[in-house]
C-alpha cells in the first residue's frame, strides 16, 4: 500500500510563491510516476504536472507551465511543486498523486493513489 503525505501549504498573497511536499512510502518510489491535482471550490480536479519514473520526462498543464515546477528526489522518496507567481485563481486542495504508469496521471479517474491533500489560499 503506498501511502503520501503532503505538506507545504498555506495562506500566500497574490505573486506569492509556494513550495508543496509530498513524502512517499510503502513501496519502491522508483517503480512509481508522480503528479500533482488540484481542486478549487465547485470545480472539478485538473490535473498539473507530472514527472516520470526516473524524473527524465517531465509534463505540464498549460496553464501553469510556466509558473510551477515538478521535480522527485529518488533518493529522499519524496517530490516537490514549486509554485511561483501566485494567483487568487490557484486557491485550491492540492494533492499528490501516483501510479506505476506515466500516462494514468493525466486523468483523475486512472489514478491509483491520492494523498489526504492540502489547502493552498492565494488572498491579500
Known amino acids: 500500500q503506498v501511502q503520501l503525505v503532503e505538506s507545504g501549504g498555506g495562506l500566500v498573497q497574490p505573486g506569492g510563491s509556494l513550495t508543496l511536499s509530498c513524502a512517499f512510502s510503502?513501496?519502491?518510489?522508483?517503480?512509481?510516476?508522480m503528479g500533482w491535482f488540484r481542486q478549487a471550490p465547485g470545480k472539478e480536479r485538473e490535473y498539473l504536472a507530472v514527472?516520470?519514473?526516473?524524473?527524465?520526462?517531465?509534463y505540464n498543464r498549460d496553464s501553469v507551465k510556466n509558473r510551477f515546477t515538478i521535480s522527485r528526489d529518488n533518493a529522499k522518496n519524496t517530490m516537490t511543486l514549486q509554485m511561483n507567481s501566485l494567483e487568487s485563481n490557484d486557491t485550491a486542495v492540492y494533492y499528490c498523486v501516483a501510479d506505476p504508469l506515466t500516462n494514468n496521471l493525466f486523468q483523475s479517474r486512472t489514478v491509483t493513489y491520492w494523498g489526504q491533500g492540502t489547502q493552498v489560499t492565494v488572498s491579500k
Open positions: 514527472v516520470s519514473r526516473s524524473g527524465s520526462m517531465i
Open positions: 510503502g513501496r519502491d518510489f522508483n517503480d512509481w510516476a
